[in-house]
């Protein structure tokens, strides 16, 4: 009997490490798709006499759906509808400011996501004014009033460099180019020429980029897609056959300090040109210019990346 039992007990107790070892289930529950999207955006300023605000560019998002558990927001211009790089929006509510001169129709994208990635979409165009006008003598500087060419200056140094992405650093302080750095590796980066015409009757600003030795970016990972460029890629020179687009001068959206920043940007129009370095924004912020230089500041490929670039009119 006393056998019995203690065979007895072996058995209970291999049932109960069997049991124990046996795999959870977990369970997500039922996946709904996120319902009822709505896209809420208060134009500031706007009233009967200010039907598109009132010239601060600056609209208060709010975005909210059932059984959404997260949301991302993307934003572009009516001529940039196919063209758009979403941003993750956890509250559901954001400040936005846009920043083209003038009356524009913005459009706003909305994906809800809810359990195991399901989503919503939902769009909606809004039309704002932005009232802006840059210091005449940026204008002069840059465009001598007409057409004016600039190339990267490769007899400096630090005509190239890389930083944090913040407002509080507005210098190279990761890394910065020697004199002629890229002359052996991506000479396009220097033999290719920008040139900023002012078309004074029009009121209105264009740029072609001359580029005989291709486009010059970090990566290539230009999500927006200079034409021709490949998604992903190393730094170097990627086969790039010109363009030209408008541009114009805005506010920059960074945060630097006047100390530190003109605090004017030039926003390219449109995906078809860039500024000495291919980033994968259009707004390119102008720390410093004369008439025989220019320091640039940009977005670079990699997020959180600051790229800094030196220039000087063509001889």
């Not at 211009?77 to 009356?103: M, Q």
């Not at 940026?138 to 007899?155: E, F, H, M, R």
């Not at 009757?201 to 001359?210: G, K, M, R």
């Amino acid at each position: 009997m006393k056998n019995i039992k203690y065979t007895i007990g072996i058995i209970l107790l291999m049932l109960t490490i069997i049991a124990g070892c046996q795999e959870e289930t977990y369970e997500f529950g039922d996946l709904v798709a996120p319902s009822n999207l709505v896209i809420n955006a208060d134009i500031v300023g706007l009233s009967a006499e200010n039907p598109n605000g009132d010239g601060s560019g600056e609209v208060i998002i709010t975005v909210n759906a059932q059984n959404a558990i997260t949301y991302g927001i993307g934003f572009n211009k009516l001529v940039d509808y196919g063209n758009v790089s979403y941003t993750v929006l956890p509250s559901g509510t954001i400040s936005k400011k846009f920043s083209d001169p003038g009356v524009n129709t913005y459009r706003i994208s909305v994906i809800a996501y809810g359990k195991g990635g399901i989503s919503s979409n939902l769009t909606k165009d809004i039309t704002v004014r932005i009232d802006y006008e840059a210091n005449p003598e940026i204008i002069t500087a840059l465009t001598n009033d007409d057409s004016k060419t600039w190339v990267v200056d490769k007899s400096v140094p630090g005509h190239l460099g890389v930083g944090p992405w913040a407002s509080n650093s507005v210098t190279p302080e990761w890394w910065a180019a020697g004199i002629d750095e890229k002359v052996a590796t991506a000479n396009c980066f220097y033999t290719s020429t920008f040139t900023f015409t002012r078309v004074i009757v029009s009121d209105t600003y264009t740029l072609q980029v001359v580029s005989p030795d291709g486009a010059f970016t970090k990566t290539g990972d230009l999500s927006n897609g200079l034409p021709g460029i490949p998604a992903s890629g190393d730094e170097g020179c990627y086969t790039y056959s010109g363009g030209t687009s408008a541009f114009n001068f805005v506010p920059s959206s960074s945060g630097v300090a006047a100390d530190s920043s003109t605090e004017t940007s030039i926003q390219l129009d449109g995906f078809d040109t860039f500024i000495g370095y291919g980033a994968t924004q259009q707004e390119y912020e102008i720390l410093e210019i004369n008439a025989d230089y220019m320091y640039l500041r940009v977005q670079g490929t990699e997020t959180g990346n600051a790229w800094y670039l030196k220039l000087k009119p063509a001889q």
